[in-house]
């Protein structure tokens, strides 16, 4: 009687271990629209993308010693599939060694310019994505950036700009976007690593369970690399209670950067 009493109670423990999972699975389950995963919500990469997709070590910045330990650059892994390095042409190589040597005032993020593709992305401020039925908008608060994804239109801008033009498709549950005519003047990190306007960036935004995105992006230039490269790295929706993105209107703090040349000095 209790051996029959103890297995019982064995069995009851697997029923409801298995249904544990199974509600925690359902939770997890993000909600679909059209029959598509929804993507809406404020996303945000935890990484230092942004100060070099290569990996790198923390460094100091000597011009701002002032500022300590905070002005220190933070240590990072490559988000480059296979390690890195950027396969550059000789000469884009050049290039970017320049820009590196001109940070910070080069850089199009210190001059408050729109950061473009992919960079938005992994930029330290997190970015809003608002789903429909048909085209998508990402919104970005740094310099007001936004960029719409049009879901049915593959034709190219007849001019290049910051954020260039971004088509979108559907590969079964994967959101795959096309950015073309970007204007080449962008960087991809605050070290140095560029484009030209012959770049094209393919991404792929694929949902896992509700709160979680892996995002890839494969950038093509003939003008600047040797061949395709791919970066990747997770994205985390922001889950804490009325999260909101923030207006980052930067054109004030760039005033003086790029216009001191025009500062009268007081007497």
Known sequence: MRNRFIGAIVTLAAILSVAAQANAQDLDRPDRIAERPNLNGIWKAINSANWNLEAHSAESLEDLWQLGAIGAIPAGQSVIQGGGPIPYLPEALTERDANRAGWPADDPEAKCYMLGIPRYTYHEIPFQIFQGNGDILMSYPFAAGNRFIRMND????????????????????????????QNGMGWLDRAGNHFSNRLVVTERFELLGSNHIRYEATLEDPLTYSEPWTIEMPLYRLI??????????CVPFA???????????EE
């Not at 971004?166 to 994967?174: A, F, I, Q």
């Not at 804490?240 to 209107?249: P, V």
């Not at 005033?255 to 000095?265: A, M, T």
Request: charged fraction near 30%; avoid cysteine; hydrophobic fraction near 40%.
């Open 240 to 249: 804490e209670e009325n999260a909101q993105l923030l207006e980052h209107k």
């Open 255 to 265: 005033d003086l950067l790029l216009y001191s040349d025009l500062v009268v000095p």
């Open 154 to 181: 593959d034709s190219e801008l007849p001019i290049d700009s910051w954020m260039g033009k971004s088509s979108g498709r559907w590969d079964v549950d994967v959101l795959v976007v096309r950015t073309t005519n």
